[in-house]
């Protein structure tokens, strides 16, 4: 771990954060968010869908518990950097395998600390979520503005092709095969159908529908990512062809994704769900269940509307038959889940594997398979 | 699905007195409740014998019920009251187990009442520790393995079999606080304690459990709709580890240490503990704890009810679980309930914090010396501190200037002996931790000795070393928003943090005008609830008056630092330093010094140098009062006198001022360590054998010497001055002898035998005292009659302890006349009738003895008790038995009494025998007591006193051969005799009175009880004009 210098976070539209830089002292932007989650920050970090994006943790001491292999949900970081209000490097647990701040600095993770993070929280969540940069106080100010209009918008961003693997992974198990179109999966998903002793293959997102069936799948699975969904169409593409072919589900951009293909519309929230506690009612069996959530975007209800008011399972027309939402955010009751019968599908827009988490939407797994079975 | 619409009448009850794991956060919970059940349209009918609550204020309930918390007076209520549903689970232990009794007892059924909350099965399988055990295993959840053993041998085999395993706890049967066990990490260990364990307990039988000592130790707070939707309300974690109970660790929310998966596997357990033992609405405390090396999981024990750590989860989130818990209790879903703090968003989610809280306990071992100040797995603290700081540091230096500590522990020289003392967890360990690390101990040497996770120790090592981390920022306040800033709150809970230069503060203030009341700190003995109340009340009284009530405090278990109390709550260390940031941002009209007891008083003066307006009351008032000498010309000057007194420099002065004042004399150091050194003296040779025992008195240790009144009666004066008139509120007598801390006796309004000449000359001196002081506001005045004089003992012009039970006894809230008056009003504007109710009401204290090891039961001028309990009846016996009921020391129905009682007092002391013996009581008396009986054709049974040798009367009170004590003392011997017996009896819980009038209201209860409970009274009825 390098010593502390001083630097800043600074956003669009000028509001500046001062703080101490304790990973890379260059200088870097990207979208910046906030997750409130108040452990699973290792988790976070490697989740792919945080691509291009710049984490502010809520919670304020962060990396209590060092770095582990086993918290991983990928090969490396995706997030650009962590703002923090005090980070640690503590590497004491009996799990921890490092302390966090020489992960982050090894990893190349933009990393400051000391920052006001609650002032940065209350501004996004009143201003939205926008682009901003962390940057040593050897940077002006005006150079980093500069730097900062030079990133592009996360709207209309296509992420998700640059966290696709490149050939295709498998995951060898007796059950159901699980094909998996990957726009940056988190291992916690995958760990979840392997756990039901599903055969796992993730194939590179730009994969075309033939190869997807030449795989044999029981069930497509369309992943969690990072990005816009409307900047990855030719992911849309692919899905609408397989539609009707094999029973799907997706998570989160999966879920995004498939909804698109079915001519449902997509939009970006002002500062998005990013944290382990939003309440999330099924409204098949009326169980709230506390949901671990990351994204952005999310999909248009019936009549245009981003908010549906009913608790009911409304139901609505798409390109391919009914829509029945199946799933509600309560906090701003926007759309966490549809049920797509014609298409045999269904998707949710939280993450029912947790990793970071609340673990009460597991059992979603066991319903993704049983419409497996019923092919 | 919302509320229910089936029952109309709800009975909440309350937890009685304050004792030590039970105290002010059940009023937090029931007035929650209350409020919430008031508002959906219910009618409540309250029951708790405890006065200096807030749920007790006749506002909060449709029949408030002050009786004892027994199966007798509450079954009385219920058939009066008939009650559709009984809510228990807001009022602790004591309420819990008070609805068990009524259910076991029929009573539930009979007038077909309804538990909600939790029914009997779910209280059941919650709290009794087999069927829990069992419960736990078939959900396939672990809990510590215990074998109960009788041998040896049996112990050697359960571990040969593999069902007990080391290192393990040896705990004997039926011994107080576990005497005579340990733990044992060998095989040999195991057979010498199973040995000494099984040889300690009186029947032979020692439980061996698993030890999970040094294991890290959680809390999650749960609650449970009739949905079954279930969320975690916060998670805590213990910095003290497993061995120290959770009331006595200190602890921080949420867990630091726990990576996620570990965090989740325990909060999928806490909802499967409490989906398993069935508590179908409300909340509870699921215990764990977890192997730092491995991170194995045990669940400890399950509360099915609202908890202290629930009501510092509540303060630590802003998520109000007892008022959710009332809201789910009537049939709402978590759902259906809009979160108080942003409003926007439901109640059935799981707050996220951006903070980091601390808890520390606050101890009054100083009050028991001998007792052994080790912590343990019972809990001994009488109180504690919350604090909010953003960073680990930040929030733990400010708990730490929480306490308001008087010292701070001895640091031993060597660093070993510091080690050494950091091994074994006492209230002072905490700050050896730090005074090791200032030494350069290392992280792992002070790890090896305490099990601390290291995580706490690497941030305590930072703050020994570098402070709080706040130096070069700015202070600026923030809300606590149960959401981490990802939603605005509507809620003025604020606390201070330090962020770079620039940073925006989110207090709302108005320009309306603010006043702020300075809160009471941490509970502890002689500042307890009883000043909690009040400043509740000051800040309702604020409000009504038109002015913003900002309130600082910083103790989590009360109702001052429920959000809803102010209209802006500051929770904050009560320091001039933070009292001042707050002044400097509210710029209040005034702030209130006077209802929070010592701890706002002791920052009066800095407060007035800091040119902020005080209210009520002048400082200068309050050091007229205080100051022995300035006081004494005062009276004076009103012509009214003290007890003859001096202060002596030498013993030869000493000598001389005792022969000025007479005998008997009480002596005492003018620097009192908890009363040890104070005595009576009855003669120049009493005296000479004190100075030569104890304190050689010198200009450095002056003496104290008072004149003690002999058969005086105390009485305490509870008024309200505004400047130019006095209203005498309550003028309560003593019950029990003088010497003793007002704080530690009972009393009685009205006065039992006071003439009304001697009334009125009270009355007057109040009202010139007061007058002469300048009081605005509250003065408590402590007086002694003698011999037909009146003699002023002390007088303290701020708000009293006894001023909630004044309060409830004659129906006028003291507190809040107080406040408008010191707002500008007169008491010419106050609508306060003469007292003139038919009803007698009694205050008892309760005693927390039982709880130290080795502390001396004995009562003297350092108050003890730890809370109060109100007695309501048509006569004073009636009154008296209900209070002695109410303090859990019930008069016996039949037994033993013994009595021994001072010449003068043999004549009425025969009397009360014959009467004991026609209720069908055995009379025990000492020799000379026993003749005089005897002579009146009373049979009794004489015995020795303590000089007189074994077997005297304290062998038995110690072999419970005697169900009350009649021991009314006087002369150094007897007085020396009667310590020893009513230490005896505080020790067994044998209820013990020192004065006739006690004595013989004690008889006539017992007389009284013999035809019945008698009629139950609500407040309601007892005040309606």
């Known amino acids: ?375 | 699905m919302p509320r229910r619409d089936d029952i109309k009448r709800i009975m909440v009850i309350g937890s009685g007195p304050v004792v030590i794991g039970q105290a002010a956060e059940f009023d937090y919970s029931g007035v929650q409740a209350c409020k919430v059940l008031l508002e959906e349209g219910y009618e409540v009918v309250l029951v708790n014998s405890n006065p200096a609550t807030i749920m007790t204020d006749p506002e909060f309930a449709t029949r408030t019920y002050v009786e004892p918390l027994l199966p007798a007076p509450v079954a009385a209520i219920i058939e009066k009251e008939r009650p559709d549903a009984l809510l228990p689970t807001l009022g602790g232990q004591t309420a819990l187990n008070l609805a068990m009794d009524l259910s076991a007892n029929g009573t539930l059924e009979k007038y077909g009442v309804e538990l909600i909350g939790a029914n009997r099965e779910a209280i059941i399988r919650g709290e009794d520790r087999e069927v829990f055990r069992q419960v736990m295993t078939e959900a396939g959840i672990r809990i510590p393995w215990s074998i109960t053993v009788e041998s040896v041998d049996q112990a050697l085999k359960e571990l040969d079999e593999g069902d007990a395993s080391l290192p393990a706890i040896i705990r004997p049967a039926f011994t107080m606080g576990g005497q005579g066990g340990g733990v044992a990490e060998t095989r040999d260990e195991l057979v010498e304690v199973v040995a000494k364990g099984i040889a300690a307990s009186p029947i032979g039988q020692v439980l061996v459990e698993e030890s999970v000592i040094g294991w890290g130790e959680f809390e999650l707070e749960v609650m449970r709709d009739r949905n079954d939707n279930v969320v975690i309300i916060c998670s805590i974690e213990n910095v003290d580890p497993m061995g120290v109970h959770t009331g006595d660790s200190i602890t921080v929310a949420p867990a630091q240490s726990l990576t996620d998966p570990v965090y989740q596997s325990l909060r999928d357990m806490a909802i499967a503990v409490i989906r398993e033992v069935g508590v179908e609405t409300g909340g509870s405390n699921v215990q764990f704890a977890v192997n730092p090396a491995d991170g194995e999981i045990v669940v400890i024990e399950m509360n099915p009810r609202v908890s202290r750590s629930s009501a510092l989860a509540s303060k630590a989130t802003g998520f109000p679980i007892a008022k959710m818990a009332a809201k789910l209790a009537v049939g709402y879903a978590l759902e259906e309930i809009p979160n108080d703090i942003t409003r926007a968003t439901p109640a059935s989610f799981e707050p996220t914090i951006d903070y980091v809280v601390t808890k520390i306990p606050r101890f009054a071992f100083e009050k028991f010396p001998g007792a052994d100040e080790k912590l343990s797995t019972y809990m001994q603290s009488v109180g504690e501190v919350m604090s909010i700081g953003r960073t680990f540091r930040e929030s733990f230096a400010k708990a730490l200037a929480s306490r308001e500590l008087d010292s701070r522990p001895e640091v031993p020289d060597s660093d070993q002996e510091l080690l050494n003392a950091i091994a074994t967890p006492t209230p002072g360990r905490i700050d050896l931790v730090l005074a090791a690390f200032e030494r350069g101990l290392t992280v792992e040497q002070v790890h090896e000795k305490t099990f601390i996770d290291p995580w706490f120790l690497r941030e305590l090592e930072l703050l020994a070393a570098e402070g709080d981390g706040t130096g070069g920022l700015e202070r600026i306040y923030n809300s606590v928003d149960t959401c981490a800033a990802e939603f605005e709150a509507a809620t003025p809970y604020y606390y201070s943090s330090h962020e770079p230069e620039g940073s925006p503060s989110e207090i709302r203030r108005g320009d309306g005008k603010s006043v702020v009341i300075l809160g009471a700190g941490p509970n502890r003995i002689g500042q307890g609830i009883e000043f909690d109340y009040c400043c509740v009340h000051a800040a309702m009284t604020a409000r009504e008056c038109g002015r913003d009530a900002v309130m600082i405090n910083c103790n989590p278990e009360t109702v001052s630092t429920d959000y809803d109390t102010s209209d802006r709550l500051y929770f904050e260390p009560l320091t001039l330093e933070h009292v001042l940031a707050v002044c400097e941002k509210e710029q209040p009209e005034g702030v209130i010094v006077m209802f929070g007891g010592q701890t706002p008083l002791k920052l009066a003066e800095g407060l007035k140098e800091a040119g902020i307006p005080l209210l009520g009351t002048p400082v200068e008032a309050i050091d007229a009062a205080e100051d022995r000498g300035k006081f004494g010309a005062l009276i004076d000057r009103l012509g009214i006198k003290p007890p003859p007194y001096g202060t002596a420099l030498s013993a030869a002065e000493a000598e001389e001022i005792a022969s000025g004042i007479g005998y008997p004399l009480l002596v005492r150091p003018s620097f009192v360590l908890g009363g040890r050194a104070m005595e009576i003296c009855y003669s120049a040779d009493d005296l000479k054998g004190y100075l030569e025992r104890h304190v050689k008195a010198s200009p450095e240790h002056p003496l104290l010497l008072d004149r003690f009144l002999e058969n005086a009666i105390e009485v305490d004066v509870d008024a309200i001055c505004d400047g130019d008139e006095v209203f005498v509120a309550g003028i309560m007598q003593h019950v029990e002898e003088a010497g003793v801390h007002s704080g530690d006796s009972a009393c009685v309004i009205p006065p039992m035998s006071i003439g009304q000449e001697m009334i009125d000359e009270i009355k007057e001196a109040t009202a010139a005292i007061a007058l002469e002081l300048g009081v605005v506001g509250l003065i408590n005045i402590q007086y002694a009659v003698a011999a037909g004089e009146l003699y002023v003992i002390e007088a303290n012009p701020r708000a009293s302890r006894t001023v909630p039970f004044v309060s409830k006894a004659i129906g006028i809230p003291l507190a809040k006349v107080a406040t408008r008056i010191m707002l500008g009003q007169k008491i010419a504007d106050q609508d306060l009738p003469e007292f003139r109710g038919e009803h007698v009401s009694v205050k008892e204290a309760v005693l927390p003895f039982s709880r130290f090891q080795g502390a001396d039961s004995v009562l003297g001028p350092e108050m003890k008790s730890t809370g109060e309990v109100i007695g309501i009846g048509p006569d004073f016996p009636t009154a008296f038995g209900k209070a002695q009921a109410a303090a859990g020391v019930a008069l016996p129905e039949s037994g033993t009494v013994f009595v021994s009682v001072t010449d003068t007092d043999k004549a009425a002391a025969t009397q009360l025998a014959a009467q004991l013996h026609d209720l069908g009581f055995e009379i025990l008396a000492t020799r000379g007591t026993a003749q005089a009986i005897s002579r009146m054709g009373t049979p009794v049974k004489a015995i020795n006193k303590l000089a007189e040798g074994s077997p005297h009367v304290v062998d038995m009170i110690e072999q419970r051969h005697c169900d009350l004590v009649i021991n009314t003392p006087t002369g150094s011997g007897a007085r020396a005799d009667g310590y020893e017996i009513r230490s005896a009896a505080i020790r067994h819980g044998i209820p013990s009175v020192t004065t006739l009038t006690g004595a013989s209201a004690a008889v006539r209860a017992m007389a009284a009880r013999a035809n019945g409970y008698g009629e139950v009274k609500s407040l309601q009825e007892l005040h309606a004009r």
């Open chain 1, 1 to 375: 771990m390098s010593e502390p210098t001083p630097g800043y976070v600074l956003l669009e539209d000028g509001s500046r954060f001062d703080g101490m830089l304790c990973g890379n002292t260059g200088g870097g932007t990207g979208e910046v968010v906030f997750n409130t989650s108040m452990t699973g920050y290792q988790e976070a970090v490697t989740d792919p869908s945080y691509a291009g994006q710049i984490i502010t943790f809520t919670y304020t001491m962060i990396g209590n518990y060092g770095v582990s292999a086993a918290a991983m949900e990928s090969d490396g970081p995706h997030a650009r950097g962590v703002i923090m209000r005090e980070g640690r490097n503590n590497a004491d647990a009996a799990s921890a395998e490092g302390g966090w701040l020489d992960w982050l600095q090894a990893n190349g993770v933009w990393a400051i600390t000391g920052v006001n993070t609650r002032a940065l929280v209350r501004h996004i969540r009143d201003k939205g979520a926008m682009r901003g940069g962390i940057f040593p106080d050897s940077i002006p100010t005006g150079e980093a503005l500069g730097m900062i209009e030079n990133e592009p918008s996360m709207a209309g961003s296509d992420f998700a092709s640059q966290v696709s693997p490149e050939t295709p992974i498998e995951h060898a198990g007796q059950g159901p095969h699980v094909v998996a179109l990957d726009t940056g999966i988190k291992a916690s998903i995958v760990n979840q159908f392997l756990e039901r002793d599903c055969r796992v293959t993730l194939l590179p997102c730009l994969t075309g529908a033939s190869d997807v069936m030449a795989r044999e799948p029981d069930l497509i699975f369309l992943a969690n990512g990072p990005g816009d969904p409307a900047a990855v169409s030719a992911v849309t593409d692919t899905i609408r062809e397989l539609i009707g072919e094999k029973p799907m589900v997706g998570i989160c951009l999966g879920h995004q994704l498939l909804s698109r293909a079915v001519g449902l519309e997509t939009f970006k929230l002002p500062f998005g769900h990013r944290g382990s506690n939003h309440p999330v009612k099924d409204l098949e069996t009326g169980v709230i269940e506390i949901t671990s959530q990351n994204h952005g975007f999310a999909v248009v209800g019936p009549d245009g509307a981003g908010t549906i008011e009913t608790d009911e399972p409304v139901r609505w027309q798409t390109s391919h038959g009914e829509a029945v939402l199946s799933h509600i955010n309560l906090y701003d009751r926007t759309v966490e889940g549809l049920r797509l019968p014609d298409a045999k599908a269904m998707t949710v827009q939280h993450h029912p594997e947790a990793g970071p988490g609340p673990r009460d939407a597991r059992h979603l797994f066991d319903r993704f398979l049983d419409l497996a079975k019923e092919g």
